[in-house]
């Protein structure tokens, strides 16, 4: 039976794509258990990096399962899939706690946006990166026209989605897309985990908040966020919580 298993190694959560008879294709009820975990995971204290991994060594994700999806009329397809997806991997890549995704074989259409969708990725020197959608009659539907292009050069994202053709994880790490090569991409992805678990929890957060507006990603919320926790942390607030439960007019001090 194809899930996303949650598995917690204290402060690192691991969220493991496990559908290995389809190479790790997503199901309709795999993303919707991916975007229960990412909710989870965010109200849940003491989590400070999120390793995106799968079952098997033959595929990270080959992207959605074209049995889900074939038959659906096209509103439905746009609905069920498009619109649901980009909204899960907008979850993940707004996330406030750094992820790593660990590629291990094929990661190819969604497969491919869902790890682009983490802050960092780890590759395997056998794994492959490719766009095929337009093989099949389809056309990236998960940021892979949008986040990718900013993530990739964009005749190297055009090249993969308009010929199909694979990058290898060398390629790929060579044009900046994935952080590290390694024969034990887990073992690396894991270094690379308690690295982050070693800073300021804080700092780690605001970081990735900076990073992440920069790049455009859910700057609003971003913008509100920052501004939001200097307030909460202020005299101001205190002396304005505080008057309103006592009923008070507040005295700030104005300089």
């Known amino acids: 039976m194809s899930s996303v298993d949650l598995i917690r190694h204290g402060p690192v959560a691991e969220l493991r794509l496990n559908n290995p008879a389809?190479?790790?294709?997503?199901?309709?009820?795999?993303?919707?258990?991916?975007?229960?975990?990412?909710?989870?995971?965010?109200?849940?204290?003491?989590?400070?990096?999120?390793?995106?991994?799968?079952?098997?060594?033959?595929?990270?994700?080959?992207?959605?399962?074209?049995?889900?999806?074939?038959?659906?009329?096209?509103?439905?397809?746009?609905?069920?899939?498009?619109?649901?997806?980009?909204?899960?991997?907008d979850r993940l890549a707004a996330l406030p706690i750094p992820t790593i995704a660990v590629l291990q074989g094929h990661a190819?259409?969604?497969?491919?946006?869902?790890?682009?969708?983490?802050?960092?990725?780890?590759?395997?020197?056998?794994?492959?990166l490719a766009l095929p959608e337009t093989g099949v009659g389809?056309?990236?539907?998960?940021?892979?026209?949008?986040?990718?292009?900013?993530?990739?050069?964009?005749?190297?994202?055009?090249?993969?989605?308009?010929?199909?053709?694979r990058l290898?994880?060398?390629?790929?790490?060579?044009?900046?897309?994935?952080?590290?090569v390694a024969e034990d991409a887990r073992g690396e992805a894991d270094t690379m985990a308690a690295e982050i678990v070693s800073k300021s929890p804080e700092a780690t957060e605001i970081?990735?908040?900076?990073?992440?507006?920069?790049?455009?990603?859910?700057?609003?919320?971003?913008?509100?966020?920052l501004g939001s926790a200097v307030m909460a942390a202020s005299p101001d607030k205190a002396e304005g919580v505080a008057s309103f439960r006592e009923k008070r007019p507040a005295r700030f001090n104005n300089g």
């Open 168 to 180: 290898t994880a060398e390629r790929a790490a060579s044009l900046g897309f994935v952080n590290a």
């Open 22 to 89: 389809k190479l790790n294709a997503l199901t309709v009820g795999m993303l919707d258990a991916l975007e229960a975990h990412l909710t989870a995971l965010e109200a849940t204290s003491g989590i400070r990096v999120i390793l995106l991994t799968s079952e098997g060594e033959r595929a990270f994700c080959v992207g959605a399962d074209i049995n889900e999806w074939a038959d659906l009329p096209p509103m439905e397809f746009a609905r069920i899939w498009v619109r649901r997806g980009h909204r899960i991997f």
């Open 207 to 225: 970081a990735k908040y900076m990073l992440s507006a920069a790049m455009g990603e859910d700057s609003a919320s971003v913008i509100e966020a």
């Open 138 to 165: 389809i056309v990236p539907g998960w940021s892979g026209s949008q986040r990718m292009i900013k993530l990739l050069p964009p005749a190297i994202v055009k090249e993969m989605a308009l010929t199909g053709r």
């Open 108 to 128: 190819f259409g969604g497969g491919l946006e869902l790890a682009a969708a983490c802050d960092l990725r780890v590759a395997s020197p056998k794994a492959t």
